[in-house]
């Protein structure tokens, strides 16, 4: 039967986040550089996986925590929504790595770079915003960054695919490049569904 701690473990919680949001942000770092190095660096695409892994680990040490703390420092759906929206940031990036590389793509196209550029901001602002959780500190610039942020990686998306119709003339790398495209975007969209989640929490505890 797992022990039942009765003390608050705020501290364990906040950290946790903030170890999970700082390492959405080194694998939108490394996605980047994959991007920009595209084909000569062979170790990124390991180093994206890797860093999926340890958003996992976070993911399932704050769960286990959850399970093991009887009282929590803001409510237990939003403990889940907040871990499972940065962990999703994390699985769109390595999606999208990984199809790239086995979709056997030759060159990358200006946009995906663009893509994510977004994803990097997108990643460190909310990094910024976790890291001002602990004591419901104000988060409003953040969070307002991270929805404008979304729109300009919606706008990036539809322009993007608009100019792969356009000038692809492979039926075959239209349909690769759209989907990496529509992952790319996901992992923005990750990053905006946790400022949702943090605002809830931040209307919650003031």
């Known amino acids: 039967m797992a022990r039942i701690n009765l003390v608050p473990q705020n501290r364990e919680f906040f950290r946790l986040f903030v170890r999970a949001s700082s390492n959405a942000v080194g694998i939108a770092e490394q996605l980047v550089r994959l991007l920009d190095d595209f084909p000569g660096n062979d170790n990124l695409l390991r180093e994206i996986k890797e860093s999926e892994h340890e958003g996992d680990r976070v993911t399932r040490e704050l769960v286990d925590l959850l399970n093991r703390t009887f009282v929590t420092p803001f409510d237990r759906d939003d403990i889940y929504k907040l871990a499972g929206a940065i962990d999703d940031v994390c699985d769109h990036v390595d999606e999208a790595a990984g199809n790239i590389v086995g979709y056997g ?8 770079k663009q893509q994510a550029h977004v994803i990097l901001r997108s990643a460190q602002k909310l990094d910024e915003a976790v890291g001002r959780l602990e004591g419901f500190k104000d988060s409003s610039r953040q969070l307002h960054d ?8 919606d706008r990036l ?13 492979d039926p ?3 349909i690769r490049w759209k989907d990496i495209h529509e992952q790319l975007e996901e992992a923005v969209d990750a990053c905006e569904n946790a400022a949702d989640v943090l605002e809830a929490i931040l209307v919650k505890n003031r």
């Open 146 to 153: 991270l929805r404008d942020l979304e729109d300009e990686g």
């Open 105 to 112: 793509v030759e060159d990358i196209r200006p946009f995906a």
């Open 172 to 174: 075959m790398v239209v």
């Open 157 to 169: 998306n539809r322009t993007a695919v608009a100019e792969l119709f356009a000038t692809a003339k």
